[in-house]
Each structure stands twice: as C-alpha cells, then as structure tokens.
C-alpha cells in the first residue's frame, strides 16, 4: 500500500484532491462553487486531513481540494494556503450554508468566503484587484 503523501510534501502539483466515498450529492450545475479556506502553513495538514476525511465521509459536498507546497501566483498570502470544499449549486442557500455548519463543526469558526466557479473561470481573483466576488462570507 502506497503512503499518500503530505499536502506540504507535494511540489510537482498544484493541487491534492479528495472526493466522497459515501452517500450521494447532487452533480454539480452552472452555478456550482466554493468555500475557500485559508489556513496557515503550520496548520495546513492537520486542517486538510479532516475536511478530506469529513469529505470522503460524506459529510460535505462532492469533493474537496487542497493547494500544495508548489507556488501558485493566484495565491494571496504566502504564509496561507486554501482548502476548497465544493457544493453543487450557490443557489442552493440550505445546502451551501449546511456545508458550512458542518466546516464549523470541524473547527473552521472564523469567517470564509464563498466563491462561485463561473468567477474563477472569468479569472477574477482579489489579488488581481477585483472586489466583492463572494456569494457569501460567514
């Protein structure tokens, strides 16, 4: 059996992905996005364990990504990385808002941002100095 590597030890990737194991989500639409997570590099892993295995549990959305120690140039803080835990649709408040229930049940309490994907195709980031491109923020 092959040791999953740490997301701190992965540098020819941008990028660790997990997705549910258990259970059904909906398939995502038009309007699926993203709660982003910014964690700091000392607490990354640790954080990344449990939403990957909250994930494949089936208690988030559909999947669940985690940037690596490979630099990104759509990073916003050197001294952070994300984690993206996926819903189908923003549309859809209950499902959004209970994905995010659950993040603070993991011991993710202070505010994050909800990013739609149509915004991250079209390129928008706030380090490239758009503004207010978040769904939601709690």
Not at 40 to 57: F, G, H, N, Q, Y
Not at 116 to 123: F, H, Q
Request: hydrophobic share 35%.
């Amino acid at each position: 059996m092959l040791a999953v590597p740490k997301r701190s030890e992965v540098t020819d990737a941008y990028w660790l992905y997990a997705e549910r194991k258990t259970g059904t989500y909906p398939a995502a639409t038009a309007n699926c996005g993203k709660w982003l997570i910014f964690v700091p590099m000392s607490r990354v892993d640790e954080v990344w364990a449990k939403i990957k295995l909250a994930t494949e549990e089936g208690k988030l959305g559909s999947s669940v990504k985690v940037a690596t120690a490979k630099p990104n140039s759509n990073a916003t803080n050197l001294d952070t990385k994300v984690i993206c835990v996926y819903t189908y649709d923003w549309t859809d408040e209950e499902d959004v808002r209970g994905i995010r229930q659950e993040l603070r049940q993991l011991g993710i309490t202070s505010k994050i941002p909800y990013k739609a994907d149509e915004n991250t195709y079209a390129g928008r980031y706030v380090i490239q100095g758009h503004k207010r491109i978040s769904k939601y923020y709690e």
